[in-house]
């Protein structure tokens, strides 16, 4: 495994993040622990999670699964860079929220807090991270209550998922102006197929010393040999299948497919590697659910792109172009 630090920090991550969505809802909990074992055994030690996964599972349950394999000891907790989120309410489908009970108030922001170290058993987490930007409290509310669970040891460092470059800015510069460290990290949409990010978002965080945390790097599936999965046994569904309905978006993929069978590369595999070597890019979240899955994000690791199978990827997918000159003169 290869490692870099996260942003500005001191802390050392590996090249992928371990996503955990799917823990739960689509793989068992002995299936996680498994999977969460060959990822810290081949040396992924940032896994990602947040207090409203587990969907069909239960809000949280997730964080119970992951709590559960802490539990097992041999040293997993310190091994282990744990990152999860706050913004979304804990109140099951369908049942009215609770004024308080979302969003990033200091009083939520306490409260989801205490509940997702009971849930990871666990006293501190590494990177509490703000769900979606909150319109509604002031970034000094919510700066002054990472800084005490910063004091209490609670939280080490805090990061954001789904800010735009803007609000990137005013958060660190408001944290700046209090004496707070700011955000360390950006969890973002990025991929082969949606290059929006590199407008406004990654250009912010590389001035903040933001670590940049892509997610969705197979884009639901579209990057990962969708087209020949349609036309194996398996099919492609969800965002994947929606993508594919539009013959612009089916012919850039069968051009991208075509292009990676040329050069016997796997396209999850490429899409992930493509990644790797974007500017201001720490570590993209893969979300295995089997084996096979993680063993093919490792891979892409390792897998070094030639120059021209980088400039064959961008006549495919091109980016938006350098920021401000791609919207301005």
């Given at each position: 495994?290869?490692?870099?630090?996260?942003?500005?920090?001191?802390?050392?991550?590996?090249?992928?993040?371990?996503?955990?969505?799917?823990?739960?809802?689509?793989?068992?909990?002995?299936?996680?622990?498994?999977?969460?074992?060959?990822?810290?055994?081949a040396g992924v030690n940032y896994f990602d999670t947040a207090n409203v996964?587990?969907?069909?599972?239960?809000?949280?349950?997730?964080?119970?699964?992951?709590?559960?394999?802490?539990?097992?000891g041999g040293e997993r907790r310190d091994k282990v860079v744990l990152a999860t989120k706050v913004y979304g309410n804990m109140t099951a489908d369908g049942e009215p929220v609770w004024p308080n009970h979302d969003r990033l108030s200091a009083l939520n922001i306490r409260r989801a807090v205490e509940g997702?170290?009971?849930?990871?058993?666990?006293?501190?987490?590494?990177?509490?991270?703000f769900?979606?930007?909150?319109?509604?409290?002031?970034?000094?509310?919510i700066w002054q209550a990472v800084d005490v669970l910063v004091q209490q040891g609670k939280i080490l460092y805090a990061g954001s998922s789904n800010f735009p470059g803007y609000k990137i800015a005013q958060a660190n510069e408001v944290?700046?102006?209090?004496?707070?460290?700011?955000?360390?990290?950006?969890?973002?949409?990025?991929?082969?197929?949606?290059?929006?990010?590199?407008?406004?978002?990654?250009?912010?965080?590389?001035?903040?010393?933001?670590?940049?945390?892509?997610?969705?790097?197979?884009?639901?599936?579209?990057l990962g040999g969708a087209?020949?999965?349609q036309e194996g046994a398996?099919?492609?569904?969800?965002?994947?299948?929606?993508?594919?309905?539009?013959?612009?978006?089916?012919?850039?993929?069968?051009?991208?497919?075509?292009?990676?069978?040329?050069?016997?590369?796997?396209?999850?595999?490429?899409?992930?590697?493509?990644l790797l070597t974007r500017p201001g890019i720490t570590a993209p979240i893969v979300?295995?659910?089997?084996?096979e899955q993680l063993d093919s994000a490792l891979r892409a690791v390792e897998l070094e792109l030639s120059p021209e199978l980088l400039d064959s990827l961008d006549e495919i997918f091109p980016g938006p172009g350098p920021s401000p000159e791609s919207f301005a003169w």
């Open positions: 495994m290869r490692y870099t630090q996260l942003g500005r920090t001191g802390l050392k991550v590996s090249r992928l993040t371990l996503g955990t969505m799917n823990f739960g809802p689509f793989t068992n909990e002995p299936d996680s622990h498994s999977l969460m074992d060959t990822a810290l055994d996964y587990g969907q069909s599972a239960g809000k949280g349950r997730t964080e119970e699964i992951i709590g559960t394999w802490f539990a097992q997702s170290l009971k849930r990871l058993q666990t006293d501190y987490i590494d990177i509490y991270q769900h979606h930007i909150d319109r509604h409290t002031p970034i000094e509310e944290a700046a102006r209090r004496g707070s460290y700011g955000l360390v990290s950006e969890q973002c949409l990025y991929n082969l197929a949606v290059r929006d990010a590199e407008t406004e978002v990654i250009p912010a965080s590389q001035e903040y010393g933001v670590g940049v945390i892509p997610w969705s790097p197979l884009h639901g599936g579209l087209l020949k999965k398996r099919r492609s569904g969800g965002r994947a299948a929606a993508e594919l309905a539009k013959p612009e978006v089916r012919a850039q993929v069968q051009a991208y497919e075509d292009l990676l069978d040329k050069h016997g590369l796997e396209p999850g595999e490429v899409a992930l590697a493509w979300g295995p659910r089997t084996a």
